[in-house]
């Protein structure tokens, strides 16, 4: 069972920013597909950002977009999450998520971390 974790969450005033990480226990972040998705109590989990694994397609939510942005280091074996303009709406608990299957960003995930703070103060 692949184990992802998350780091780099915090509060942060409104148009702050701050960088998300993600890193897998065992096995590469190359050739996989990686995701962002994050959840508020109470609501079910929310796409936000994806990568996929060989060509570095990238997808956002339509509510990121142009101020997110998701990358992959592959030596430092890293997935990062890049947040700008953070507004309180972004307020919620951040996972990292991964595919069994190396290639194209999946429809659904395999592996999900444990979830990172994110809270936007107004």
């Known amino acids: 069972q692949e184990q992802l974790f998350e780091s780099g969450g915090g509060l942060v005033q409104t148009g702050g920013s701050l960088r998300l990480s993600c890193r897998p226990s065992?096995?590469?972040?190359?050739?996989?597909?990686m995701g962002w998705l994050r959840q508020v109590p109470g609501k079910p989990r929310e796409f936000v950002a994806a990568?996929?694994?060989?060509?570095?397609?990238?997808n956002y939510a339509d509510s990121v977009k142009g101020r997110f942005t998701i990358s992959r280091d592959n030596a430092k074996n890293t997935v990062y999450l890049q947040m700008n303009m953070l507004q309180p709406a972004d307020t919620a608990v951040y996972h990292c998520?991964?595919?069994?299957?190396?290639?194209?960003?999946?429809?659904?995930?395999?592996?999900w971390g444990q979830g990172t703070q994110v809270t936007v103060s107004s």
């Open positions: 998520a991964s595919s069994v299957l190396m290639g194209a960003i999946p429809s659904r995930w395999d592996y």
């Open positions: 065992g096995r590469s972040v190359s050739g996989y597909p």
């Open positions: 990568i996929g694994g060989f060509d570095e397609t990238t």
